[in-house]
């Protein structure tokens, strides 16, 4: 395995962080804007929808979307959506939300050190096309991006066999880098690039960023275990213990969000779960409090497909 190929390991970061690159095609500027020299960040609100428990989470979720006139992509499993094909499209069909796929059951694309090993080829290939398909049947309109069950350290970087997959079921996009380097978390800041490098330059890959927020509050069950680097990297982002209250919460999620303004950041995007975020803030506070400040920073709402669909005029 080549060094293209290799996780990305502390060292490689330190050398990387600010462009994103790792020697890939990195994502040309694209947070201009009218005014002459004025620069803005992107803010995504994103969802990876992957339980029953998602549904009744997604409809207070809605409400707060609509009262902020906030975009979001929902990454929906394509079991869970097959469950509810009529409640999700009542829901979610509308233009404020972009749905993409998050698989078809949740099995793994690649190998994950917290998540488990990757299943084989042929079932890899049901995962990728089985839920791609449930949205398009169930929505009617295209899906154009695919977030991949856990996420990746290193995203599908060296993998050709499964970006193969991910071309022939016609994606245009994908967010797989979902932590920091050798599994650590949080999830840093990183810039979309392409897959030139391993031979797919038509497809992008779009981070998501910061905690995977189920593991802020051990909803996994996980407990205390070793997620971040020493010496960590991002320390204004890593708490003190695990969230208590959505103002908890939602102090992490300033870190991140000052923090993509404050370096000039394309895109900022944090990793959320309906399950989990209404488990712990039933009254969806947090979202009020993080929608609020994104209103306040002037960040630039969008979608993942509205991210890429700028990113392929501009490469």
């Known amino acids: 395995m080549n060094n293209m190929c290799s996780r990305i390991l502390r060292r490689e970061f330190i050398k990387t962080a600010v462009t994103g690159g790792v020697g890939l095609t990195v994502l040309p500027d694209i947070v201009k804007t009218q005014a002459a020299g004025e620069t803005k960040t992107r803010y995504i609100a994103a969802y990876d929808t992957e339980s029953a428990s998602c549904l009744a989470a997604c409809s207070k979720i809605v409400e707060v979307h609509k009262r902020f006139e906030m975009p979001a992509t929902f990454f929906i499993l394509g079991k869970t959506l097959e469950a509810n094909p009529g409640e999700y499209r009542k829901l979610l069909d509308d233009p404020l939300f972009e749905i993409a796929s998050h698989t078809y059951s949740h099995q793994m694309l690649r190998d994950n050190v917290f998540c488990g090993q990757a299943v084989s080829m042929d079932q890899r290939r049901d995962e990728i ?22 996420g990746f350290d290193n995203a599908f970087v060296g993998e050709p066999k499964v970006l193969e997959l991910i071309k022939e079921a016609g ?14 978390l949080p999830a840093l800041l990183r810039a979309p690039f392409n897959y030139e490098a391993d031979g797919f330059p038509q497809i992008w890959e779009l981070p998501g960023h910061g905690w995977h927020e189920n593991l802020l509050k051990d909803h996994n069950r996980w407990g205390p275990r ?16 695990f969230c208590r209250t959505p103002a908890d919460e939602f102090e992490v999620n300033k870190v991140f969000l000052d923090k993509a303004i404050e370096t000039g950041k394309p895109f900022v995007s944090l990793i959320w779960h309906p399950w989990s975020l209404a488990k712990f803030d039933p009254d969806m506070k947090m979202l009020d409090l993080t ?18 669909k700028d990113a392929a005029i501009l490469a």
């Open 226 to 241: 070793r997620l971040t680097l020493w010496p960590p990297p991002f320390p204004e982002a890593i708490p003190r213990g």
């Open 129 to 150: 096309f089985k839920g791609k398909e449930a949205v398009e049947r169930i929505f009617e309109r295209p899906c154009m991006g695919l977030r991949p069950g856990c």
């Open 291 to 308: 929608f609020t400040h994104v209103r306040r920073l002037k960040m630039m709402p969008s979608t993942y497909a509205q991210l890429h």
């Open 171 to 184: 994606f245009q996009y994908v967010s797989s880098l979902l932590w920091g380097p050798d599994y650590s």
